[in-house]
């Protein structure tokens, strides 16, 4: 499995963005896919993930609950983070990743995930 992000880019306070993971390679649908970031300093953080058999909408970390969405549309092979209401600590490289399982709890921390994308920059001026 291949994964590239796509999306990332300036933004004020407020602005929506959507950032895609164009994810290739995938052999079956038994894959935890989700969405980390990581601030300059900071630890990569958990922001929304699913589970790609069931290609239903995902959870999200509760710092960006109500505001982000995550989604799966494999037609396009993509998953995408829809993001409304940008602040500024929502600034991060974003980044993609997926694990093969079939495991029924979702995967939320990095230490957890083994496919990695190279990451999507988010910058939020306020």
């Known amino acids: 499995v291949q994964l590239r992000e796509s999306g990332g880019g300036p933004a004020q306070t407020g602005d929506s963005l959507t950032l895609s993971c164009l994810f290739s390679g995938r052999p079956d649908p038994y894959y935890h896919m989700a969405w980390f970031r990581q601030a300059q300093g900071k630890n990569r953080e958990f922001v929304g993930g699913l589970k790609a058999w069931l290609n239903t909408n995902g959870i999200v970390a509760d710092a960006v609950k109500g505001r982000f969405t995550i989604s799966l549309d494999d037609a396009k092979g993509t998953l995408d983070l829809q993001m409304t209401d940008l602040k500024p600590e929502d600034a991060a490289v974003y980044y993609c990743?997926?694990?093969?399982?079939?495991?029924?709890?979702?995967?939320?921390?990095?230490?957890?995930?083994?496919?990695w994308g190279q990451g999507t920059q988010v910058a939020v001026s306020s």
């Open positions: 990743a997926a694990r093969s399982s079939a495991y029924n709890n979702l995967y939320t921390a990095a230490t957890n995930y083994f496919i």
